[in-house]
């Protein structure tokens, strides 16, 4: 159990399993239904070997945390991880300076990966600067701020100490490390005090100026989702930035869908499920724009689970369902939908509405795959009006060559 | 009750009614309620007859619905509607191309027909694409892309082979037909399937781009409401797209209200109706910018429905009640609202809060009528800063000649 | 209790016990608890002595309202006051034109006084527009607009003759005065009819053309709370409007935070509380622009009153809880938080998320003291990338000269 539970998945994902610490021995019962989560089950080929992970560190393993960086009711980290912000190769098409966060350096990428915890969790995080001075450097507007990245994040509980900001001094030199602690605080209703359940974010907040306006837009950031137990759980995760010049994390349409029909390999760049999965993206706006973050196909109740389970039907009615939803810089929200669910298999995409934003290239594909990991042809072209024959579907089949399958990534 | 049920009322809105189909007779009795809705009830002059509009056709008139064309749930259309896209008098003030969806040829518009649907129906529709080649040709940005227009839907549930994308084969050539089906799934508490119960839009996917943007800009959408039965009822329902150029319905200010104060004809630019009046607006965002939707005296719940219902305080409390909501590209919701609520009779601003927005023209007005469908007069000029007199009302008087009032259209 | 229920904090806020009238003695136990709200209770040095308010002036003193300014509910007003429309010194950076509401003509301010109303409540507010003709004329973009000034709210009910609108002709030339009623309408389930509980604002719709741009940019403005009785009290309130030239307030990051450490008062530009106090911010959206508000190390319910008292899971799963929030022009809302919960005291950052916003000045600081009043000093440099030691708290202690420290204000 412990090696499923904390080794990460093909998509870079920390699994949630490793969220198990001495405090939360009693959600193991849950988590066992996690394992082989974010794995295509039956598709013929394996993905990537998933990358050598770390050893997971017992949370009892590091120096222990002085007072004022623990967060009210955190009383020693529940566990702990490493994370490293490096340089990665520029974009290949912009030429635009990229790094990432990763649980590894060989792993580090944008978005960094996703990190779950369960409310009561507290989690220290060793961020590691190993982005070299110069770039960092290039990246400043003002030659008196520092040299430095950060780790701020959202919706959890931290002190000064970890809020990753110029003013709190809490920040990395390059080649130094720092520990950030988060704590996913419970809800208690006798102080109005709210859980910190949620779908959030972390970045960086310094690269280039007191904002991290620079290190946010080459790439320092990664999505946080915080649980309440007995939330529900996804089969799998996508974390889907919305960010300038009209990227879906940080890559435009032509780059944002890599998916292999053949063999597709989830990730950043590959939205792929099997028909019934349920899914969860995670919504982020970053940068200087607005955005809204649209599905074909499928909706989801604008709630913070993605679902209302009540049973109060007035309580049903007064959660908005929707499928198309605003997000500005900051924003982050949850969408849990079930695969293909009334729709069936196919390519769905997903694209911001704002129509210039989606015409230059904000725009990508969720595949829906057949239980058995086959995709159907595309349906054939319609030339002449007539409704497209039903085609059947093939295993593994490579999609029809109708007019305009071309552009679907386009 | 079938010819009430099925015939378009003077704003071009198909009736609920017109759902009714073999699976849904035990809603009867709900929609009885609602003959006669749309009609300002008591006014002098009837307004234009309404367009002839088709017989209903049966549901099982129509051509069998092949598999791979039926969300799951739609065993068979409960109802064929068709659609005609057709190209509209050029706009008189941009000289901008029109396109417009209509249940008729003769009655298309922009925006197109409002659709209503119940959970739990499918229904089938033909589009038919009497869009000029030529015209489609002139909208296009890419030689390569099809002359063709399509129809996709927010919300429902549909197939691949009615996503009416470029990807998907699903678009119309001009001269050619298309059926779509949608499925308007309940939902299944069982499974974490959400209903479709909402405020959504139908728009062209195809027209100039793979996103339809020319499509959109040029008129192809409308308005579709899916409820759940037992859902409030409005006595009258109004679509209010916020669109570029700060257009309300694709139009500006001078011409977004023609509203004849003598026979008011209800319709997408002229929003009226009668004090205490249950009137649902359904604001849709599109193109490029963001809005807010703003209402001047009239506030509604920021809940599915435009109300909530419940006796839980917990659940009322956590619903804000708000008069200002902001709108993405895509974006759409309902705000239902009791005509005059404690505020009275009167011309009420409907406007874009963005400041720039409104000034440019993003404005028109929702007139209140009393009880008998007469307006009060405008209050008196204050130009000395003297508290109004209250003048008393009149029927159907002409408003007084007060300062200011020759600028409440601008 | 009549003299602290009518006064006026420190921060301009017209203390809730002003709401005190003959319909709502009832209420008075509730009330008693507010004494002494806004006021830091034992910090050292008391702040700048209150502005003199004027005596509260009897319910029953004023004329009478005619019938067609009394919104339906409203029989008389519970409450009159007085409000100032005044032109203020020009803004010391920009030299705008700056004109403020105030309660007295000497404590007119951008925002203006914040008014608050309990549900049931019918107040009266005459406005004496004693700003000069000439500086109005000169903000006029159409010189057949009229020289004047409005009072236009958000949320609670007004006839047209209290809407502040041109058309209505409920203006106020220079020199001149004008009653508007308001009443914060309770809910009726019976009718469907929502109560006017949530966070509203008031602004000029005049200044400068029919949607009062200019008075608006100028500063006319400020927020309008109706509570229900039961809603949760604060211990203070903040205003914050986001605006456009990427102010908060009006004002940019150089100017938003004038807190003096030693001696922190309250206000628009002193964002400050003690740990543990439940800490309520009005976030107003105005101008041109969508702006995020965002808040360093706290979170709130993204409901109605910021908290879920619910004890129902399912409610409590359905509120999203979240620490940024998209704010379009007109919008408004709440937030409500406990200071420095978990997180501990500290400089928090309050900025727009935007980030060309924050980077050009929409960035401020909550400042959290500990409960007796003190700051602890900033953490130490971490120039070596070493966690910073914990360096304790002093009182009033300044903060360290750390790296950094010198630019949390920009």
Chains 1, 2, 3 share one sequence.
């Not at 007072?67 to 529940?78: E, I, K, N």
């Not at 701020?145 to 100490?161: D, E, M, N, R």
């Not at 810089?329 to 196919?346: E, H, I, K």
Request: include cysteine.
């Amino acid at each position: 159990m412990d090696t499923e539970s904390t080794r990460t998945g093909p998509d870079g994902t920390a699994r949630t399993g490793s969220v198990v610490g001495p405090r939360l021995l009693a959600a193991a019962v849950l988590l066992v239904t996690l394992v082989g989560v974010g794995v295509l089950r039956t598709v013929g080929a394996p993905g990537p070997a998933a990358a050598a992970a770390p050893a997971p560190e017992p949370a009892d393993a590091g120096p222990a945390i002085a007072a004022a960086d623990r967060p009210d009711g955190c009383v020693t980290p529940d566990r702990r991880i490493q994370l490293y912000a490096v340089e990665l190769p520029k974009d290949p098409i912009t030429k635009q300076v990229r790094l990432g966060y990763g649980l590894t350096p060989q792993t580090a990428a944008y978005p960094g990966p996703t990190i779950e915890m369960i409310e009561g969790e507290c989690l220290a995080i060793t961020l590691h600067n190993q982005v070299p001075a110069a770039t960092l450097e290039a990246l400043r507007t003002d030659p008196n701020h520092p040299v430095a990245v950060s780790l701020h994040t959202h919706g959890v509980k931290y002190t000064q100490q970890s809020d990753g900001t110029l003013h709190s001094n809490s920040y990395v030199a390059p080649g130094q490390s720092r520990t950030y602690v988060w704590f996913a605080k419970p809800r208690n209703p006798a102080t109005g005090s709210q859980g910190t359940a949620g779908y959030w974010w972390y970045h960086d907040h310094l690269v280039g100026g007191p904002h991290g306006t620079k290190g946010i837009a080459s790439g320092l950031f990664g999505a946080l989702i915080v649980r309440r137990q007995g939330d529900p759980r996804p089969d799998r995760t996508y974390v889907t930035a919305f960010g300038d010049r009209q990227t879906i994390n940080l890559r435009r349409s032509s780059e944002a869908d890599t998916c292999d029909e053949q063999n597709p390999v989830p990730g950043p760049t590959c939205l792929v499920a099997r028909l019934g999965e349920r899914v969860e993206f995670v919504a982020i706006g970053l940068g200087d724009d607005m955005h809204t973050f649209h599905l074909h196909g499928h909706s989801w109740a604008d709630s913070r689970t993605g679902v209302v389970d009540g049973t109060n039907r007035a309580l049903v009615d007064s959660v908005p369902v929707i499928d198309n939803k605003t997000l500005g810089p900051g924003d982050t929200f949850g969408v849990t939908v079930l695969a293909g669910d009334s729709v069936g298999p196919g390519h769905w995409m997903l694209h911001c509405h704002m129509q210039f934003h989606s015409d230059l290239g904000m725009s990508t594909m969720f595949h829906v795959l057949n239980p058995d990991g086959t995709m159907p042809p595309h349906p054939a072209a319609a030339p002449t009006g007539a409704k497209a024959a039903s085609t059947g579907t093939g295993a593994n089949a490579a999609p029809a060559p109708a007019a305009g399958h071309a552009n679907h990534h386009s």
